[in-house]
């Protein structure tokens, strides 16, 4: 369609595009939909159209000055962008990765250019998220985690990404997070002199910012500043408190500083460990950051399980319903693994708490670190 779409023209067969739900740069990204034996499917859609418009090719062919070479010039960019679809169905089945499902690319008819469409699984961005709802303590460490896992996956098969930020940040229905848009994501070449400096200032390693040779550990440099932010009033570091107003002068300080390697103040609103493993991530040197999305995930979820008791306790402002079980053996359940829990009615005789493992009090029978009991009414 030579990249005109619109809401109800229809792509990759039966998919219907219903609306717009965003733009960028390189493309546009529809709601869809499909309807079979009654049942409504939905699905996102992406179409992106190389070259976007005649001023670009204007443009190019003032440069090549060679007509002739326009298309094989504009379809190296369509190699790029299959490579990246290539890319999304190798990693397609993590639970962390936004889902690829199928793509179709089209060659104008009448012009030079191409129409690149992609069909993924359809979630709600970050930012619009945040809009509407602000994140808990636990949806932070948990953000952490499930982007840990998303790089997990990318080391595997030694991809860096380059762009995390929240734009590129998902949360399914499940409450899980995704990482999304591997547009600019490359696999490792052998030799560093095939990375570039690509990617958000805002959230970009040092290394890369000046033209250094980097590994993986860009990555976990930027999601230490996505978590900075959202620990810290939605500020990067260095900028003015919230609610000051910021100014360009105050983006562009912040970030030679930044750069330049002064050391990152703590996060505002970060408690316990958080402020730590935050700034490690972002460590100016990339030996003093984790070595492995896994070690710093391992981190985050230890600091997940020590607030794990005042959020069960208080889970949007009402007790959580648990059962004290009885447990005959020498030593207390592990409160991983639940030994007999929600098995039954606790038993006069209950000597530890079936949810963190920690020792009754003989009289009252409630637990000596969460608090859990006959009395407040809570099995």
Same mark, same amino acid.
């Given at each position: 369609?030579?990249?005109?779409?619109? !809401?109800?023209?229809?792509?990759?067969?039966?998919?219907?595009?219903?609306?717009?739900?965003?733009?960028? &740069?390189?493309?546009?990204?529809?709601?869809?939909?499909?309807?079979?034996?009654?049942?409504?499917?939905?699905?996102?859609?992406?179409?992106?159209?190389? !070259?976007?418009?005649?001023?670009?090719?204007?443009?190019?062919?003032?440069?090549?000055?060679?007509?002739?070479?326009?298309?094989?010039?504009?379809?190296?960019?369509?190699?790029?962008?299959?490579?990246?679809?290539?890319?999304?169905?190798?990693?397609?089945?993590?639970? $962390?990765?936004?889902?690829?499902?199928?793509?179709?690319?089209?060659?104008?008819?009448?012009?030079?250019?191409?129409?690149?469409?992609?069909?993924?699984?359809?979630?709600?961005?970050?930012?619009? +998220?945040?809009?509407?709802?602000?994140?808990?303590?636990?949806?932070?460490? @948990?953000?952490?985690?499930?982007? =840990?896992?998303?790089?997990?996956? =990318?080391?595997?098969?030694?991809?860096?990404?380059?762009?995390?930020?929240?734009?590129?940040?998902?949360?399914?229905? =499940?409450?899980?997070?995704?990482?999304?848009?591997?547009?600019?994501?490359?696999?490792?070449?052998?030799?560093?002199?095939?990375?570039?400096?690509?990617?958000?200032?805002?959230?970009?390693? #040092?290394?890369?910012? @000046?033209?250094?040779?980097?590994?993986?550990?860009?990555?976990?440099?930027?999601?230490?500043?996505?978590?900075?932010?959202?620990? $810290?009033?939605?500020?990067? #570091?260095?900028?003015?408190? +919230?609610?000051? !107003?910021?100014?360009?002068?105050? @983006?562009?300080?912040?970030?030679?500083?930044?750069?330049?390697?002064?050391?990152?103040?703590?996060?505002?609103?970060?408690?316990?460990?958080?402020?730590?493993?935050?700034?490690?991530?972002? &460590?100016?040197?990339?030996?003093?950051?984790?070595?492995?999305?896994?070690?710093?995930?391992?981190?985050?979820?230890?600091?997940?399980?020590?607030?794990?008791?005042?959020?069960?306790?208080?889970?949007?402002?009402? #007790?959580?319903?648990?059962?004290?079980?009885?447990?005959?053996?020498?030593?207390?359940?592990?409160?991983?693994?639940?030994?007999?829990?929600?098995?039954?009615?606790?038993?006069?005789?209950?000597?530890?708490?079936? $949810?963190?493992?920690?020792?009754?009090?003989?009289?009252?029978?409630? =637990?000596? @670190?969460?608090?859990?009991?006959?009395?407040?009414?809570?099995?």
């Amino acid at each position: 369609m030579n990249g005109q779409y619109a !809401p109800g023209d229809k792509v990759l067969v039966n998919w219907k595009l219903t609306r717009l739900i965003g733009e960028g &740069s390189f493309g546009r990204v529809f709601e869809a939909s499909r309807e079979e034996f009654g049942r409504v499917y939905q699905s996102a859609i992406k179409i992106i159209t190389i !070259p976007q418009s005649q001023s670009e090719i204007r443009s190019v062919l003032a440069e090549i000055a060679e007509e002739s070479m326009l298309s094989e010039y504009f379809r190296t960019f369509v190699d790029d962008l299959v490579n990246e679809v290539s890319l999304m169905s190798r990693l397609k089945g993590n639970s $962390n990765i936004v889902s690829y499902e199928d793509h179709s690319v089209i060659r104008h008819k009448d012009k030079i250019g191409w129409d690149i469409i992609v069909r993924m699984e359809l979630l709600t961005p970050l930012l619009q +998220y945040l809009i509407k709802q602000a994140l808990t303590w636990h949806d932070v460490i @948990r953000l952490g985690i499930d982007l =840990c896992r998303a790089l997990e996956l =990318c080391q595997k098969y030694n991809i860096i990404h380059r762009d995390i930020k929240p734009e590129n940040i998902f949360i399914a229905e =499940c409450g899980d997070f995704k990482l999304g848009d591997f547009g600019i994501a490359r696999t490792v070449e052998m030799s560093a002199s095939g990375l570039t400096r690509k990617g958000t200032f805002t959230y970009m390693a #040092p290394e890369v910012y @000046r033209g250094d040779s980097y590994d993986s550990s860009v990555d976990i440099y930027s999601l230490g500043i996505v978590l900075y932010r959202m620990l $810290n009033d939605n500020r990067a #570091p260095f900028m003015p408190d +919230y609610p000051k !107003p910021v100014t360009h002068t105050d @983006r562009s300080a912040a970030l030679t500083k930044r750069i330049g390697g002064v050391d990152l103040p703590r996060p505002k609103n970060a408690i316990g460990r958080m402020a730590e493993i935050v700034l490690k991530a972002c &460590s100016f040197r990339p030996a003093d950051r984790y070595s492995t999305p896994k070690q710093m995930r391992a981190e985050l979820q230890a600091e997940l399980y020590k607030q794990r008791d005042k959020s069960m306790t208080y889970s949007r402002g009402r #007790p959580t319903h648990v059962k004290l079980v009885e447990y005959t053996g020498n030593t207390p359940p592990h409160p991983e693994h639940g030994a007999n829990a929600g098995t039954g009615s606790m038993s006069n005789n209950a000597k530890y708490c079936a $949810n963190c493992g920690a020792p009754l009090n003989a009289d009252t029978k409630s =637990c000596s @670190r969460c608090g859990r009991s006959r009395i407040a009414g809570l099995f």
